[in-house]
């Protein structure tokens, strides 16, 4: 069993930045995928990020790459997404979650085995 708990969200303006975190507990994640997923209102949830456990190999989808950034931090086992050049299109609840299957990334929240409460983050025009 892994437990996740995000935190770090909150409301910033167009362009600015946030830094989110991810607490998992019970077991270390070096052997998971690590990901990020957010969910906007009315909408479904979707991929933004994740990272593997055991080598830091980051992903991405499109809509953030070059803005946003993955990493993981063993020693802590936390994971951290940080985000700038925010856009209100970003808004969303984040989650965090882990897929005990290392073999390939997956892009799709079904893949993946564990989550957190998630966090709201609200990004103002």
């Known amino acids: 069993q892994v437990q996740l708990v995000e935190s770090g969200g909150g409301l910033v303006q167009a362009g600015g930045s946030l830094i989110l975190s991810c607490a998992a507990s019970g077991r270390t994640f070096s052997g998971y995928i690590m990901g990020w997923f957010r969910q906007a209102p009315g909408k479904e949830r979707e991929f933004v990020a994740a990272i593997r456990g055991n080598t830091g190999v980051p992903y991405y989808a499109d809509s953030v790459k070059g803005r946003f950034t993955i990493n993981r931090d063993i020693a802590k086992n936390m994971i951290y997404l940080r985000m700038n050049m925010l856009k209100p299109e970003d808004t969303g609840v984040y989650y965090c979650?882990?897929?005990?299957?290392?073999?390939?990334?997956?892009?799709?929240?079904?893949?993946?085995?564990?989550w957190g409460q998630g966090t709201q983050v609200t990004v103002s025009s």
């Open positions: 979650a882990a897929d005990s299957d290392p073999r390939a990334i997956a892009r799709s929240e079904k893949a993946y085995d564990y």
